[in-house]
């Protein structure tokens, strides 16, 4: 006992000093907090009692000499609220701090205990009431600073989330105290919250209906939002969250619709567009909230204000929200009140029907448009506006001039447009008993073609599709199809919107009668881009109808493919009209690998079977160059989505066929052998690069037959004069193979045997010619990309040999090298054994060795080009860890000339105007000078593009930091605005603004 007193005895002593220095005016801010977070964790480990700490505060608690040691004595007491326990002191501190607001300089700490106290303990509804009513009582809200009215409005959310009850139980009391402290806030922090809360409030206290004008009142006179966001401040409140907690406010309750219409209304007609608009998207979100019943008053009132606007306004947005609210006050009258509807209608339909008879372009369209958003949004209605309309518009048609015509053409194409919504009703389709009538209409442009064609067009598709393609018949719907199609013949193309236009209504037809398609639509499609019609303009708009048919099955796509692939092989010797069937089969295939239509059920055999094709078309035939240079991208995207078990049987059949020269397993019997590899035929060799992409495409799991004999093959091939492209692509495969391979001794004694002791030798020698160099050099960044990547054993050899070369005596060679930097860091779909950060790693481990490279003379340009190639690729947090080894390069760099260099370096320092602003703004007396001379004299138009995007962006600077500089770079600019690219001037345009508009 004698001990425990002793050491109770010690912690109250240590908690009298810790109090002292906390409420002292003379402690500084680090003694206070560092007091303060002695006295939490005692707290926390119960070395201190709550009972000790208010009896050592008590004496300063009421001090009332000294409102400074009371404030600072409650806001301890305050911050200490979430580390006392739950029991029954909470009922005394409740008394205390509902007492304690009538303290006002202590308001602010007594209102953060009472905010700590609601959320880290649970209090009863008396206590709740007792502290709402202190608040309400005691609080001048609007008074506050806003630090302390968001701890107002941080309780009021509190007790919504966790007290709900406790405030149903004030009812009327709470709302009334609520709309006297949210009146006049001015905080957009604070009024996010107001606003959400009163949906809280108008759904859980029914009572709310005696103050509802009022709390409308308060929440309304803020509409609408006129706030300008600060971009310097990341927790700045947005102004679309103020726009959406508001708009839900007032969409909370219908009982605010006697009050917000009106109010709407009278905003719709303001001249200021801005107001306009988000009046009516308000209007649209309020009458959704508030239901028909609601409406039903006003409705002559909207239809009055909603028709002026679509008729008389000039703002095509504000219009636009205006039909689209009066399409969703149609559809909510039609669900909740058919009186109201009708009350509506008859105004609507008298005017809109005179306006179609006068005919009127502007205002015939516009009348027709509205009825329109009637037949689409009520059900029970469209009959009744159809039976009215549609007669006056067909009769418009059948007997008017030639642009009246084409006007009513599109009135009754809309017309049935408005119908699609109604597919799945039951009983007859509205259109039923027009559907003749319409047919003989719109079937006719589609016979003769006129203007009215492509608008016919559309309406006809839309109404064959109707009741999935029910309405009118198979028969009618043949002829439709066969009509279409034969729009795409060579001699009814003179109208540039007819292939469109035919495109658009084939696939819609396509969605609900595609076995018409296949049927008549597709074989008359081919027949277009046969050889016969490559040079008529038939064949572009056809071959791409087929792609885009391609993409709506696999069974389709699969047809269409094999057929072209067809077409491929049996005109070779029109080389040019192959390589655009087998440029169109490139795309689809893309197309739809991408879009996984081909990966379900029979896809990998399709996939598998038309690699064989391609194979087989490939070997059997001497293709020209730029074909052949097609088929390393097609096959490349087949084998990478192929599962493994198809992968491995696929590699089965490359590796016979490239490497055993065995091509009996595509079904060629070849009388001599098909030997790329060991042959000395050119063109055999050519098609490496397609066995090569094959290989590369393959995943991390797919075990390679033979492997020791592909990784030699493709090496050895490297010495071959191929061209660059092909040899790029043997170069990527041989890559991706090594970064697959498993580490054994077969990986060890390659790597060991033909890079440590082979490639990196023969580039030192310089017997070689330069470019037989450059090109073993490209070899070596790759293999080593590969190796990096995965983190293999020989990975740290061969990178600081491949980094040696960087001193290479011949600058042409070491310049080549660092230009191919910027492989390896770069994600490269291929290499897909990755080890996690191998970057940060190697750029770490060889900034120094790159840093003394640079610093020498003779090597300072190739270091740096390398440096710059691997800081596009370098995490955020690495490179910014060792900006300050990096700054001197990165601002030498930007005296240079080299275009290539200069794009990586200028789009870095645009990067830390964001990320590193400190570093951009203590060199802007170097680095806006050169960022200048850049935009106004480098070779590259990108690179000058990309120094005015500098420049723009670093207009977000402090206006003190840049205003030295304003006058000469905007004169600067004026010489750029000259420049011969349209591009570059319409950058300096931009950038020219923001220099002019800085610190205004």
Not at 196 to 212: D, G, K, S
Not at 281 to 308: E, K
Not at 603 to 631: C, K, V
């Amino acid at each position: 006992e004698t001990l425990f007193f002793l050491i109770s005895y010690l912690n109250m002593d240590s908690l009298e000093n810790l109090a002292q220095i906390y409420v002292s005016e003379e402690s500084n801010d680090s003694q206070k907090n560092d007091a303060l977070s002695k006295i939490i964790k005692g707290l926390e480990d119960k070395l201190i009692t709550q009972e000790a700490l208010v009896q050592t505060l008590g004496q300063y608690l009421v001090d009332h000499l000294d409102e400074f040691k009371r404030s600072r004595a409650t806001y301890l007491l305050s911050n200490c609220m979430p580390y006392y326990p739950q029991n029954a002191s909470i009922d005394y501190f409740v008394q205390f701090f509902s007492d304690r607001l009538a303290d006002y300089p202590c308001q602010s700490e007594v209102l953060l205990g009472i905010f700590n106290l609601l959320l880290y303990h649970q209090i009863s509804k008396m206590n709740v009431r007792i502290l709402v009513q202190s608040i309400f009582n005691e609080v001048h809200v609007q008074s506050l600073q806003q630090k302390t009215r968001k701890i107002v409005f941080d309780i009021f959310e509190t007790l919504s989330k966790k007290y709900i009850n406790a405030l149903k139980d004030m009812k009327q009391e709470f709302v009334f105290g609520y709309i006297q402290s949210v009146d006049c806030e001015k905080d957009p922090r604070n009024l996010v919250t107001a606003f959400r809360l009163v949906p809280i409030i108008v759904n859980n206290i029914p009572e709310f209906q005696m103050f509802a004008e009022d709390l409308f009142e308060v929440t309304a006179c803020y509409f609408p939002i006129t706030f300008n966001e600060r971009g310097d401040d990341p927790d700045q409140v947005k102004k679309e969250d103020l726009v959406d907690s508001l708009n839900n406010c007032l969409a909370s309750t219908s009982s605010f619709a006697i009050y917000c219409i009106p109010f709407l209304l009278e905003k719709v007609s303001s001249l200021v567009k801005q107001t306009k608009r988000e009046a009516l998207n308000t209007l649209r979100i309020c009458c959704n909230g508030y239901g028909a019943h609601a409406l039903g008053p006003f409705v002559d009132m909207l239809w009055g204000s909603l028709r002026t606007e679509i008729t008389t306004g000039t703002d095509s947005i504000s219009i636009n929200s205006a039909f689209e609210a009066l399409t969703d006050i149609l559809k909510i009258l039609d669900r909740g009140s058919q009186q109201s509807l009708q009350r509506m209608l008859v105004p609507l339909k008298k005017q809109c029907i005179h306006q179609l008879k006068e005919f009127d372009t502007k205002l015939a369209l516009l009348a027709s448009r509205i009825l329109q958003a009637v037949v689409s949004s009520s059900l029970s209605s469209c009959p009744l506006i159809l039976n009215s309309t549609l007669p006056i518009v067909v009769s418009r048609y059948n007997n008017g001039t030639d642009s009246q015509k084409l006007i009513a053409l599109e009135i009754i194409c809309d017309f049935v447009s408005a119908t699609e919504g109604y597919e799945n009703i039951e009983g007859n389709h509205p259109l039923v008993k027009f559907g003749e009538q319409l047919f003989d209409i719109l079937s006719k442009p589609i016979n003769v073609i006129s203007e009215e064609t492509s608008v016919a067009l559309k309406g006809i598709s839309k109404l064959a599709c109707i009741a999935n393609g029910t309405l009118l018949g198979r028969e009618k719907n043949i002829f439709i199809i066969n009509r279409v199609t034969a729009l795409l013949s060579d001699d009814l193309m003179d109208n540039p919107k007819i292939p469109l236009e035919t495109e658009k209504a084939l696939l819609m037809l396509a969605e609900v009668q595609l076995d018409i398609i296949v049927d008549i639509s597709i074989p008359q499609l081919f027949d277009n881009v046969s050889v016969d019609n490559w040079s008529k303009p038939t064949f572009g708009s056809s071959l791409h109808t087929l792609r885009c048919f391609s993409n709506l099955s696999s069974d389709l796509c699969q047809t269409i493919v094999h057929k072209k692939l067809l077409i491929i092989e049996e005109n070779l010797e029109n080389c040019d009209y192959a390589m655009d069937i087998l440029n169109s089969v490139s795309i689809t295939l893309s197309k739809v690998i991408e879009d996984t239509i081909l990966i379900e059920n029979d896809g990998m055999a399709f996939l598998s079977d038309i690699l064989e094709m391609l194979l087989r078309i490939m070997i059997q035939n001497e293709l020209s160059y730029p074909m052949l240079s097609l088929f390393p991208k097609i096959v490349n995207n087949i084998v990478q989505v192929l599962n493994t078990e198809t992968q491995e049987e696929v590699l089965n059949m490359l590796i016979s066929v490239f490497i055993k020269s065995d091509t009996s397993s595509i079904g060629i019997d070849a009388e001599i052998p098909f030997q790329p590899f060991e042959g000395s035929k050119e063109y055999e060799k050519r098609t490496i690069p397609v066995f090569a992409s094959c290989v590369s495409g393959v995943n991390l799991d797919c075990e390679i037959p033979l492997l020791g004999d592909v990784l030699r093959a493709l090496y050895s091939i490297l010495d071959y004069n191929l061209p660059e492209q092909d040899l790029n692509t043997i170069r990527r495969s041989l890559a991706s193979l090594l970064n697959k391979t498993p580490i054994n001794d077969l990986f060890n004694d390659f790597i060991e045997e033909n890079v440590i002791n082979g490639l990196v030798i023969s580039i030192k020698n310089n017997s070689h010619s330069i470019e037989t160099r450059k090109n073993m050099v490209e070899t070596l960044v790759w293999i080593t990309k590969a190796l990096i990547t995965r983190s293999a054993p020989q990975a740290r050899s061969v990178w600081n040999l491949m980094q040696n070369l960087l001193s290479d005596a011949n600058i042409e060679v070491s310049h080549h090298l660092a230009s191919q930097y910027n492989i390896l860091f770069k994600n490269i779909r291929i290499i897909s054994n990755v080890s996690p950060l191998y970057r940060q790693k190697y750029f770490v481990t060889s900034l120094n060795s790159l840093l003394e490279g640079y610093m020498n003379e003779e090597t300072q340009i190739v270091y740096l080009v390398a440096l710059s190639h691997l800081l596009t690729e370098i995490p955020r947090p690495t490179l910014f860890y060792e900006l300050p080894k990096l700054l001197p390069p990165l601002l030498f760099g930007l005296t240079l000339d080299d275009s290539d260099l200069l794009l990586s370096i200028v789009n870095t320092w645009t990067l830390f105007i964001a990320e590193a602003e400190s570093s951009v703004i203590n060199n802007l007396q170097l680095i806006i000078p050169s960022m200048i001379n850049i935009a106004r004299n480098n070779d590259s138009p990108k690179v000058r593009i990309e120094a005015l995007i500098f420049l723009s962006e670093v207009t977000s600077l402090p206006f003190v930091k840049l205003y030295p500089y304003q006058k000469s770079v905007i004169k600067a600019l004026k010489f750029v605005l000259g420049d011969r690219k349209r591009a570059v001037r319409r950058q300096c345009v931009k950038t020219s603004n923001k220099w002019y508009l800085i610190g205004k």
